[in-house]
């Protein structure tokens, strides 16, 4: 923005040129570019002091007037001492007037600030947000006497799109008389992240706002703030989720100070992109836009912003567990996408080399064997022992299939066959489960099987294995409250589809007979709460 800066420069040295309008667009950093501007040159000009006024609810034109005093700094600290020594006798004698019918000291007040503000830099800012009690005329007639009469310079900074009309017409018509120069403030996207940040703007921030158009320079600094909040303790404990943690810190902030008419946080965390897609609401195609555009898909990890976006804190013991998840899940997609890299190698061209191909994959198992689905293993050592025989990769299959095994305690040979693996791989993988001596106790069963809308079949194999004594023994010990709820599932769910069921049940049912035979309080549990029949 040279051409600006250099423009109000001249306008500031030019002693010809007393008012100056920066006008621009809501939310562009006017008000920001001016401080900083100033900020910048503020050595090189010779103004007595400056005073900064903004209109915001101002009701009447007396206030304005007694802002311009109460908030001027000094730029020229000498002039300004000489001046104020010459007012204290004069101060000291009207404070000792008595004026009848008026207010002496606010008398004293108003002539000891009208002999102050002279030579000022004044800045007059939201003019678009004043009261309607002040009228844009009375404004600018005050501008005009500080022009005229007291050798001041001033900048008024405005939205020229939020004027209302009466304003709008009331500055038309004096403009010519009191404007001397008139700025439009256009700052680029790219040129606002600049200010924010100087350095290097984050790729997931410029790309949001350059994808919604988005040109407000606040709320670029409401996401830098977001994102400085998070990013120590996001890096210090959730490394492999700060990419993703950052684009939607971006997301949400932009959502909460920019859109919030068009889709709350609370809308944000409750959608659903199917009950939108499938619904017929006008309201709600339009919020399915939007969050189209804004390529915003919800996560678990959107509660830990919106949080911090509500509340202004965040206590981080409250999401650790769903933090430490998402973190995992993150780091076992980033290894999935190296290990893709690595395929594409083979996949797209002739360039690489096989010793290269088969070195990076040889490096990227050892590092990564316990973080890899055996079915990836398995392919990728099948793949490099055809391309040179003399690898030897039986260690890291090995590795890999141990810990598939110790991780599938309940799998059969269909589920090996759905996994794609070699022959000689699934051989191995159906001895080592065999071997194992793992054995499940009949409460976890029945939980499994019971306990829950579905069930794995697989289970009832595990169950077979205890006779009809375990289950007397288990029905007569078991402390768990829900037993009688379990035993009733069980009956209910199973015993007719095959013949590992119906021992089962036929097992189960011989223990409760032994159950009623212990008293009458059993055999009425037995009967009225599991079998359902009429007490006799």
Known sequence: MNAISDALLRFLKDDTL???????????????????????????????????????????????????FANFEMLDQKSMSKHLEKLKPISTVLKSVKVPYTNSLGVVNDLIESKIVENFLVCIDDIERKEDSVSGSSVLGFISQLKEEKSCKIIIIYNDQQLDEETKDQINEYREKVVDLE??????????????????????????????????????????WTLEYFSEEIAANYLNLIDSFKAKCVLLTVIHHAYSRSVSLKEVLSTSYISLYLSKDEKDNERLEFLKKMQFI???????????????????????????????????????????????????GFIVPQDEFIASAMSFLKKHIRDLRLSDVSSTVTFIRRLDPKCDLTSLLDESIDLFVSQADRIDGHDLQMLNLAPEVRSVIENKLAAKTRQYSISELFV???????????????????????FYEWIATEKSEDVVDLLKEFLQRFGTQNEDEKAIVARIQSALDKIKERSSIDRYRVEILIEKKHPV
Request: with cysteine; net charge neutral.
């Open 183 to 224: 700025l439009t403030y256009r700052p680029t996207i790219q040129e606002n992240l600049s200010i924010i940040w100087p350095d290097e703007c984050p790729q997931c921030v410029s790309e949001t706002f350059l994808t919604l158009n988005l040109n407000n320079i606040r709320v670029m600094q409401r996401v830098k």
């Open 18 to 68: 007393k008012v100056a309008v920066i006008k621009g667009e809501w939310g562009v950093g006017k008000t920001f570019f001016w401080r900083n501007f100033l900020n910048a040159v503020k050595e090189e000009l010779s103004f007595r002091a400056y005073s900064y006024v903004s209109l915001f609810g101002t009701q009447h034109i007396s206030d304005l007037k007694r802002q311009v």
């Open 298 to 348: 919800p996560e678990d990890q959107d509660a830990v912003i919106v949080e911090y976006l509500i509340n202004g804190y965040v206590d981080f013991s409250n999401f650790h567990n769903l933090l430490a998840s998402k973190n995992e899940q993150y780091r076992l997609s980033n290894i999935n996408e190296q290990f893709r890299s690595i395929w594409s190698k083979y996949h797209s």
């Open 448 to 470: 499994a099987l019971a306990g829950s809308d579905s069930w794995n079949p697989r289970d009832i194999k595990h169950l077979l294995k205890y006779s009809e004594d375990d």
